[in-house]
Every structure is written in structure tokens, then in C-alpha cells.
């Protein structure tokens, strides 16, 4: 499967496409997620995948020392705007190891993850996570549920967006979920597609245990309530190293 990701997320259809996201929701579910985490003040945080730093600049101001790395460097960019002092983001690739054994949490936020078809790719992924962390280091993923989300997914929305139009069609295939993305300005469309596995919480557990984390809890959305495996809108999950 071709890395879609690479050039969807550098666009400017993409930031237009997700401008409404809510940063009070962001700031509220960090705060919920600094109570369930033993820390200490400046604890050393690494936020993977981090597009614009909304969640970066939330655990900044609740005194956090933070990095923020993204593949993309337009999201970069436009995140380096927050840039002060401990808090700073690099373009980097979360398949390598950022710094050794450096961080007292990683947090991979919004469904930032599940894009990659090759499993060895995966227990790269997880094996470079668990190299950031100090030992004794917590590491959380936050999901959406599939076993929710896959029952009768077919999805179809238009929106406008300024001058640009956005068709997009939602549907299961295989092991994904795909979101296809017509994007149309003026006589001119082009075609864009975002993929997302169908991972199981034994699947997301299993995958990054086998690499030594031990998983500690499973939240089931952004007040961080109990996990239901048929119910919750998110699969939040709090793994130590």
C-alpha cells in the first residue's frame, strides 16, 4: 500500500479539511490524561505524530517539558509557531528512534497511527516507542474504537470549505477502514485517500506487549471512562515500560 500518508498530510486540502477540530476537547482530555499518569513536574513528554502541537502546547502549559515530532513538514512549520522555552518539534519519521531512553511519557494522539500494512513495520514502530522511554516510562495510544466504528460504515459527505469542495465517501475493506477524499476547486479535483487499520484491542495490546510494555489501563473516551468494547468512541491505551 502506497504511503499515503507522506503526501496528504502536507497538503493545505488536508489542514482546510480539519480546521474545525475542537481544541477545548484537546485541552480537556489532556487534563484528564495528566491525573492518570504518575509524573513528576517537567517530566520530559514526546508527543508522536504531533501534526500542529494542539495536544504538544496543552501538556507545555501544564508544565510539561515537550517534543513534538510529525512526519510532515508543513504541520511542522505551522507548529513551530508555539515554540518557546521546553517546548520544541522537529520533522521526524516515528518509525526511527528519536532520543535513547530519553522521555518520561510518549502519547500518540487522534488516531495517529494504524497507517502502515507491513507488520514488520508495525514492531518497528513499537520497538522505536519503547526506545524513547525511560524504564519505568509511560507510553499511551489513542484510538478510535473499530469495534464500534466498523458496524455498517458506509459513509458518504459533502462540504464546502471556502471555494473548495470535499467529497467523501467512508467504507470498510479488508483489514481497513478507508476515507476516501474527492477534492474539487473550481474545474480541477484531485483524489486523496486516508487508510486505518482494523486493529481489535487484543491486536493493539498484543502488538506492543510483544515488544515489552505491559499495559496498564484501557479508557473508552476523552473523559477517560472504562473501556466497553461495543460502546465507547475511543480505545484509549495506557501502557509502562
Known sequence: MAEWYKSWFDTEYYNLLYQHRDNS?????IENLVKQIPHMESSKVLDLACGEGRHS???HDLGFEVTGIDISP??????TSLTSDKLDFFIHDMQDVFRINYFDIVVNLFTSFGYFDCPKMEKK?????????KKGGYFLIDYLNTSLVSKGLDVHEEKMVGN???KINKFISGDWIIKEIIVCEGQKCRIF???VKLYSHSDMSSLFESVGFHLVNTFGNYNLNEYQENESTRMILLFRK
Open 193 to 195: 485517500e486516508e487508510h
Open 57 to 59: 502546547n496543552v501538556l
Open 74 to 79: 508543513n504541520r511542522i512549520k505551522a507548529a
Open 164 to 166: 473548495v469542495q470535499f
Open 25 to 29: 476537547e484537546a485541552r480537556i482530555f
Open 125 to 133: 514502530i513499537a520497538q522505536s516507542i519503547f526506545a524513547n522511554l
